[in-house]
Every structure is written in C-alpha cells, then in structure tokens.
C-alpha cells in the first residue's frame, strides 16, 4: 500500500523498558516527523529528518531516540519508557509542491501506554 | 514564534447548516496553510492546502481561505452531515523553518 504505515498500531509496555516505534513510507519524500498528540496539548514535534542520515531535535526531544539509515524508515526509539510518554503518535512526510510549499502527509498513528 | 490559534474549540451544529471555522496565525510570513481532519481514534488526513499565494481552495462541500496580512484561514463547510463530525486541525508552514505548527483543532459535531 503506498503512503506512510507505523507499527504496531497499539502498544502497552512498562516503565523503564525500550520500545521502538516504526514508520515506513513508499514515496521517498526527504522529510520525516514524529509528533506526539496529548490532551491539551495538540500535536507536538519530538524529532524530524530532512534526509537519511540527517535527523534534528523539535520541540519535545528528551527521552526520544531516532535515526535514518534508509530514506523510507524512520523508526523512534523510547529507551527507558515513563508513563508520561503515554500518548499517540504521530509519523509524517513532507512533499514538496512547488517553490518552498510542501504538503504534510500522517501515517495512522500508534497508540502507547505505558504502565 | 509562529503560534496558530483555533476558535471556536468545539461546535455543535444541526445537519444541514453552512458553518465557518476559524485558524489564526501570528507570522503572515508563511508558505502553505493546510487544513486537516482527525477521526477519533485515527490519523490526519489532509483536506486543503492553500499556498501562500493563493487566496482559496475548494474540494466538493470544502472552502478554505487564506488572508495572509490578517493572519486568519476560514474552512467553510457547506450543507453538513453528521458524516463531517470530527476535529479539524490547522497547519502553517512558516517561512525559514523546516516544520508545520498545529493549531489545538474544533471538534465538530454535527447532529442528525
């Protein structure tokens, strides 16, 4: 399926352990995101890739780990899990339209406790 | 700091009415404003996408448009369903930087 998949789509882990979050896209679009959506909150930016290899810090980075080897993955790693990264999250691409326009496209999220 | 602003935070309308909402933006210096759809539960999916030199676009029951030097986009609905109930989210692109800042969404309700 083209577009942009994230697995698995629910996840319950306990605090202190390591969970990785996948995300894969079949357009290879340069830019990646990872965003967490909380209550309150909206959605937030954790990390971004502007290409394999090339990753950068948002707005809510502590506690996250990414990287980008291949240009389709960009998986995000939480290393010693707590509860307060309970939430949804969000992988995303970015398509260049046209001059400096690019449309934002969202994989179907993965939703994780952690206990 | 671009800070995107959404009013009304929820709307409850009967089905069949036209209804505005409203995405406020504080640096007019942007490239693209894109509006979005969230289900309960799901991911975003991408309505509308306005450029920074464009004043609307339409897509079937959907206008959005843009004011640049005012800082506001309006997503008018037409002749709403219930099948509209969702949130509505809005995105700007803003010039010099890599990103799309969200807005904290209206969360529609339209009543059968």
């Known amino acids: 399926d083209a577009g942009i998949t994230q697995s698995p789509r629910y996840k319950i882990t306990e605090t202190g352990r390591q969970v990785t979050l996948m995300c894969h896209q079949t357009?290879?679009?340069?830019?990646m995101f990872w965003y967490r959506q909380d209550l309150g909150h909206g959605l937030r930016l954790i990390y971004y890739?502007?290409?394999?290899?090339?990753?950068d810090k948002g707005e809510v980075p502590d506690g996250y780990v990414v990287s980008r080897s291949k240009t389709e993955n960009f998986p995000l790693t939480l290393e010693s899990a707590t509860r307060s990264q309970t939430s949804v999250y969000f992988c995303?691409?970015?398509?260049?339209?046209?001059?400096?326009?690019?449309?934002?496209?969202f994989g179907p999220g993965t939703r994780l406790t952690v206990t | 700091k671009q800070e995107v602003t959404q009013i009304p935070a929820a709307l409850s309308v009967p089905e069949g009415e036209n209804l505005v909402l409203n995405c406020s933006f504080t640096?007019?210096?942007?490239?693209?404003l894109q509006w979005f759809r969230q289900d309960p539960g799901k991911g975003l999916t991408s309505l509308l996408l306005?450029?920074?030199?464009?004043r609307e676009q339409t897509s079937g029951r959907l206008n959005a448009s843009l004011d640049k030097s005012s800082g506001r986009s309006t997503l008018y609905i037409a002749a709403s369903q219930p099948g509209d109930s969702a949130t509505y989210l809005c995105?700007?692109?803003?010039?010099?930087?890599?990103?799309?800042?969200f807005g904290t969404g209206t969360r529609l309700k339209v009543l059968a």
């Open positions: 357009w290879s679009h340069s830019y």
């Open positions: 890739s502007a290409a394999a290899d090339i990753t």
């Open positions: 995105a700007v692109f803003t010039s010099g930087t890599y990103k799309y800042i």
């Open positions: 640096d007019s210096a942007i490239y693209n």
């Open positions: 995303a691409s970015k398509f260049r339209l046209a001059g400096d326009s690019y449309e934002q496209y």
């Open positions: 306005i450029q920074s030199s464009q």
